[in-house]
């Protein structure tokens, strides 16, 4: 355990942090699953709201800190990608 005054706040702020990325983390996870379940029942203009809400909680985790930008950029283009090729199959049959 830390001795020092100016130690013993950093591991407060360390618990915090930790817990706050922690949630953060939870909530992009819950929101990408949101997307693929939309996409699952077939509700694509579902599947698009829930995009947009995944890709802000995304790009906002980005700049706290959470992710990195190649990161952040592959989360957001794997959901889209996976949207959009749900919104051509119903065209084409």
Sequence with gaps: MANIKSAKKAVKQNKVRRLRNISRSSDIKT????VEDALQTQDTSLAKEMLRVAESKISRARGK???????ASRKVSCLARK?????KAPESK
């Design 65 to 71: 800190g959470l992710f990195k930008k190649n990161t």
């Design 31 to 34: 929101a990408c699953k949101k």
């Design 83 to 87: 949207v959009a090729a749900a919104q």
